[in-house]
């Protein structure tokens, strides 16, 4: 096994994927576009580049947390990003349009989510950055979500990715995933052990192996039917030797 890969534990085939791309670029002389990434494969992909391989990226959207990752074969090199903002306007007051409900409606015309970056609802619109190839297919297919008709089109403004949360407090026995994810779901410890076994916690977006595993501070720890949260820090330790962690917890 190549050595790099023993410090990718959990994520060798990705790590793998992306150094071929990294090889492609050098060799080819030419810049090579990945598909939308998540913030923990973007972390990954940045690892891998370091400061030798030249890189950019783009999400459609200020502040994107799903990007799509350009590697440069030399530094300075204009680049545009594949990339196309859909918008489509809708009534919602009748209806409240959810995350879910959007990326159901595109995912189930049998694209890729690697294909789509991130999605806005603001007020009585929708965003969703996709990339460019799919988007002619995306505004003829997608004119119903749930019950609402709607129609997208192409969107040349400028937006900003902004996420709704609430800060909260816990209180756990020890930085153990398994102890973090029981505090910050409320559940039993034996609980949180087997949603981790059972491949339901993500932690930046890659698959919890073991809840062993310490928590980092700023970690996004996605857990399957409870919701997304960022353990920010340990606020302070009890007399009891607890530890009192604030947790940003998405809406």
């Given at each position: 096994m190549k050595e790099y890969l023993e410090h990718y534990k959990g994520a060798q085939e990705l790590a793998v994927r992306f150094m071929d791309q990294i090889t492609m670029c050098q060799r080819q002389n030419r810049v090579i576009f990945t598909p939308f990434l998540s913030q923990g494969e973007g972390?990954?992909?940045?690892?891998?580049?370091?400061?030798?391989?030249?890189?950019l990226y783009d999400g459609g959207f200020k502040n994107a947390r799903r990007c799509c990752y350009a590697l440069l074969p030399y530094e300075d090199m204009p680049v545009s990003f594949p990339i196309c903002v859909l918008?489509?306007?809708y009534r919602s007051r009748f209806e409240v349009l959810?995350?879910?409900?959007?990326?159901?409606?595109?995912?189930?015309?049998?694209?890729?989510?690697?294909?789509?970056?991130?999605?806005?609802?603001?007020?009585?619109?929708?965003?969703?950055a996709v990339s460019e190839k799919i988007s002619s297919f995306l505004i003829n297919q997608v004119t119903?979500?749930?019950?609402?008709?709607?129609?997208f089109e192409r969107y040349e403004g400028s937006l900003e990715y902004e996420e709704k949360f609430t800060l909260r407090y816990y209180n756990v026995s020890s930085l153990r995933m398994d102890a973090i994810v029981a505090g910050m779901c409320q559940i039993?410890?034996?609980k949180a052990s087997s949603l981790i076994a059972s491949g339901m916690v993500k932690v930046n977006d890659l698959p919890l192996e073991t809840g062993?595993?310490?928590?980092?501070?700023n970690s996004t720890v996605s857990i399957r039917g409870y919701g997304r949260?960022?353990?920010?820090?340990?606020?302070?330790?009890?007399?009891?030797n607890r530890f009192v962690i604030e947790v940003r917890v998405f809406c």
């Open positions: 972390m990954i992909f940045t690892s891998l580049c370091g400061k030798e391989q030249p890189f918008k489509a306007v959810t995350h879910r409900d959007v990326l159901g409606a595109f995912l189930h015309q049998g694209i890729e989510r690697e294909q789509i970056g991130d999605l806005l609802i603001k007020e009585d619109a929708v965003y969703v119903k979500i749930r019950h609402t008709s709607l129609h039993s410890r034996a062993s595993s310490l928590c980092h501070n949260f960022q353990f920010i820090e340990v606020q302070h330790t009890t007399k009891k």
